[in-house]
């Protein structure tokens, strides 16, 4: 089973390589391009696409709604994707390429190591994209679309996607290890990470906090709070216990908004409040974050965008 994974990662990275030849032939007017590959924010385009491949977005949303009905969990790990993508250097598709004897990519650092999901939804569609326009669509655009529509599959608003990135040749091991936020960092911490990529904390309890409103969590990383801290709903405790024990069990998953797992709402902020946070607690009065401007950030910052 490991071998076949590795052949579809392998297949995947070099497919994803035909982007950065495809989006650098395709315009030179609409982006530009930084030394890791990645396109400039600014200089996106959501009709790139357009005139060469105009059937794309709705390629990929249709492959996306398709894998997320299948399994609502995959909706979590491709928003959780592209994030692990962009926070490292750049939205430039680097997190998809693989190790090699010569090469040590991103996806074996702690943060990605048996834990990130989706590779094959993005090489499907990659490859469904190839057959229709080839060396077009780079994978750094399909991880940005495919997060969006992950979100709205699982019912989160939509948004526009600047499209033209160039997919990166390079990746950053070191990068990926000190810049991805651990889920045992503290607030202190938490903001110093995000204020690094020159997020504000607003925008930071968009990202840290929204986006978990989908997904799962590993047994490992929250059994020290239902276990041994005193701030958290004890009838909500005892519920995640059933499903982490003090000892074993360590890759068990429980939802993170226990409320509503599978749809993108605001249920896990009321959940924080309600002392009901799988990994983070909320320290303040209630109508802090009940209305916070952070409650009013676009959902396009959960896509890290």
């Known amino acids: 089973m490991a071998g076949i994974s590795q052949q579809r990662v392998k297949i995947c990275l070099v497919l994803c390589l035909v982007g950065i030849v495809s989006a650098s032939t395709y315009s030179t007017s609409s982006s530009s391009t930084t030394s890791s590959g990645t396109s400039s924010n600014s200089l996106l385009n959501p009709l790139f696409y357009a005139i060469k491949c105009p059937q794309a977005l709705g390629t990929i949303k249709t492959l996306v709604n398709n894998a997320v009905a299948k399994e609502p969990r995959m909706g979590a790990s491709l928003l959780r994707l592209h994030f692990h993508d962009c926070f490292v250097q750049g939205c430039d598709a680097s997190v998809l390429l693989a190790d090699t004897a010569t090469f040590k990519g991103e996806q074996n650092a702690l943060p990605n190591a048996n834990s990130l999901r989706g590779f094959e939804v993005v090489e499907s569609i990659k490859a469904v994209l190839e057959r229709q326009c080839p060396g077009v669509v780079s994978c750094a655009d399909i991880l940005a679309v495919a997060a969006r529509d992950s979100v709205v599959a699982l019912g989160g608003l939509g948004w526009s996607v600047g499209l033209g990135r160039r997919d990166s040749t390079t990746a950053s091991f070191s990068g990926a290890n000190s810049?991805?936020?651990s889920p045992f960092l503290n607030l202190d911490g938490l903001i110093a990470a995000f204020q690094k990529k020159l997020f504000t904390p607003n925008e930071m309890v968009a990202l840290s906090a929204g986006a978990h409103t989908i997904g799962s969590a590993r047994c490992l990383l929250f059994r020290s709070r239902i276990y041994n801290e005193s701030d958290i709903d004890s009838t909500y405790a005892n519920q995640m216990r059933a499903h982490c024990p003090k000892v074993g069990g360590d890759s068990n998953l429980s939802p993170i908004d226990i409320?509503?797992?599978?749809?993108?709402?605001?249920?896990?902020?009321?959940?924080?409040?309600?002392?009901?946070?799988?990994?983070?607690?909320?320290?303040?009065?209630?109508?802090?974050?009940?209305h916070s401007p952070a409650r009013r950030v676009r959902s396009e910052k959960c896509a890290a965008e």
């Open 179 to 181: 810049d991805l936020p």
């Open 259 to 290: 409320t509503t797992k599978h749809v993108f709402d605001g249920a896990y902020y009321t959940n924080l409040i309600n002392k009901k946070g799988l990994m983070w607690r909320f320290h303040g009065h209630p109508a802090t974050l009940a």
